[in-house]
């Protein structure tokens, strides 16, 4: 199979390799592009803070909650200028508070018609590229944190042993920083237990051609690859992580210490993490 040099472009874009190199991996995967991509990350030639999906538009996060759900939306528009004005932010606060008021997930004919009027007056295109939303219990809790501008946004949900631990300030001070640490890191997975076989499958591959390169003895590799391993998912994980205030513990050792100072149970349950653009 013939490799462009959009392919080429393509796969750098993505892993950071230089283009000889990607060009050498889409060659060696006869074009297959996650194929070449696994070689890259075999090789050690792929950068693991390579991100595909780049910021392309201009927009802002909103989120919305009451008692009983949270909502977060990105609003999209085409200029920095628009995501400013006083209609463009009264769009987006009234797309999120709809979401949160009439459980709404997807987009529907209500809020195409209310992104369709602010159109109208601001005379540029827009758009909700996603919309996250989610159900709060009596012994559940959510905070917000809007970062930048409302360039990024996310939601964090605790679940404690009763309302009470939820309403404790020591647990809504630990859900806000939770927050400040998921807007920090973005961790993909909240806990190990969320990572996919697959992913995990693929990663004990890459690092065990990358171990085997090394020509040590096949216990060796195995340590190697373990080792390997376990820091790769703390790096994911974001209750493995050392947490933002405080990076002498981990975030899990951070949760279970406010849950012993408060006399009762926490857990973080979920996550939800916007970046205009991504």
Do not use: W
Request: with cysteine; glycine share 8%.
């Amino acid at each position: 199979m013939a490799v462009t040099p959009a392919d080429v472009k393509k796969l750098r874009d993505a892993t950071d390799a230089g283009m000889l190199d990607c060009k050498k991996a889409l060659v060696e995967a006869d074009g297959d592009f996650a194929k070449a991509e696994k070689i890259l990350k075999e090789k050690g030639l792929a950068s693991a803070g390579k991100r595909a999906g780049r910021a392309t538009s201009a927009g802002t996060i909103f989120t919305c909650l009451t008692d009983t759900k949270a909502a977060a939306i990105e609003l999209n528009c085409e200029t920095d200028f628009v995501a400013k004005t006083d209609q463009f932010i009264a769009t987006g606060k009234a797309v999120a508070e709809v979401c949160v008021r009439k459980g709404i997930t997807e987009v529907n004919d209500e809020i195409e018609t209310m992104v369709k009027e602010a159109i109208a007056i601001l005379k540029e295109n827009m758009g909700v590229k996603k919309i996250e939303l989610m159900d709060i219990a009596e012994n559940e809790m959510v905070a917000e944190y809007s970062h930048n501008g409302g360039q990024i946004g996310v939601l964090i949900k605790l679940k404690c042993d009763s309302a009470a631990t939820c309403a404790r300030d020591e647990v809504k001070g630990l859900a806000f920083d939770l927050a400040l640490h998921g807007a920090a890191f973005n961790p993909p997975y909240v806990s190990r237990s969320a990572v996919p076989e697959s992913y995990v499958k693929e990663q004990e591959e890459i690092f065990t051609t990358q171990a085997q390169n090394m020509d040590k003895p096949a216990n060796v590799v195995a340590g190697i690859v373990k080792g390997k391993l376990n820091k790769h998912l703390s790096q994911i994980c974001f209750v493995d992580q050392n947490f933002v205030k405080d990076d002498k513990v981990t975030v899990k050792k951070a949760i279970e210490d406010v849950a012993k100072a408060v006399g009762g149970t926490v857990e973080m349950t979920g996550y939800a993490y916007f970046m205009v653009g991504q």
